[in-house]
């Protein structure tokens, strides 16, 4: 089976950096996504990682460890619409993937 | 706007009726999912269709029956729902789920059912 372990909420303020963790314990794993998911609204996709290291794209960046199971997800330069559920989701390499509890982030002012 | 589409947006039905949740994907993908997400719990999983071939069936109740009648098309028939169906169903689609680098899915904006 599967195991994927998100923090379910955090706050941060506008401007600031915030990083959201993901554990997970699974076999064959092949894979990393990070999905944002606004209130109301289907999950977007905002990154993958499949080899070690970080994958930066514009204000998000997603790191991964392979060997510790862990992966977090940075936002910098945080916006009010930036408020949101984070999604990490676990790739195998039987083509399935499962997903998080998911983390909802609040930006305040 | 992701290139996959749900109808309809919003579904209220009796526990007696039988209705349907339609998805399309302009996407030219290969492989269709449908996911239900009930009020502060995680996505599940429901069915998975890779080249319009059932691969996958999370241990759903028979009451959901999916159909894949071609890989841009794929449907959830409802028949005798409770209410604690009541859930979001979302449709999802990626290009090839046998790769890691092709598995990112593109969601729908799902269907808001109740079932009263």
């Known amino acids: 089976g599967q195991n994927i372990d998100q923090p379910t909420e955090m706050t941060a303020t506008e401007g600031a950096i915030v990083q959201i963790n993901c554990t997970y314990q699974?076999?064959?794993?092949?894979?990393l996504f990070w999905y944002q998911q606004h209130a109301g609204e289907a999950p977007t996709f905002l990154s993958y990682n499949v080899l070690d290291g970080l994958e930066e794209k514009g204000r998000f960046s997603s790191f991964l460890s392979r060997s510790k199971g862990y992966s977090y997800l940075l936002l910098k330069e945080l916006q009010m619409k930036d408020s949101a559920s984070y999604l990490c989701?676990?790739?195998?390499?039987?083509?399935?993937?499962?997903f998080g509890d998911g983390t909802t982030l609040t930006v305040k002012p | 706007e992701t290139g996959v589409t749900q109808t309809p947006r919003h579904l209220v039905m009796g526990m007696t009726n039988k209705k349907s949740l339609k998805c399309e994907q302009h996407l030219g993908h290969n492989a269709m999912y449908w996911y239900k997400q009930s009020a502060k719990k995680p996505l599940e999983l429901m069915f998975v269709?890779?080249?319009?071939?059932?691969?996958e069936n999370n241990s759903v109740p028979s009451r959901f029956s999916p159909e894949c009648p071609n890989s841009s098309h794929l449907f959830l028939h409802l028949h005798t729902l409770q209410p604690e169906d009541s859930a979001l169903y979302l449709c999802?689609?990626?290009?090839?789920?046998?790769?890691?680098?092709?598995?990112?899915?593109?969601f729908g904006p799902g269907t808001r059912l109740t079932v009263l």
């Open positions: 999802a689609s990626s290009q090839d789920r046998s790769r890691p680098l092709g598995n990112e899915q593109f």
């Open positions: 699974t076999s064959g794993f092949n894979g």
């Open positions: 269709y890779s080249l319009e071939e059932r691969v």
């Open positions: 989701a676990v790739y195998t390499n039987a083509g399935k993937s499962t």
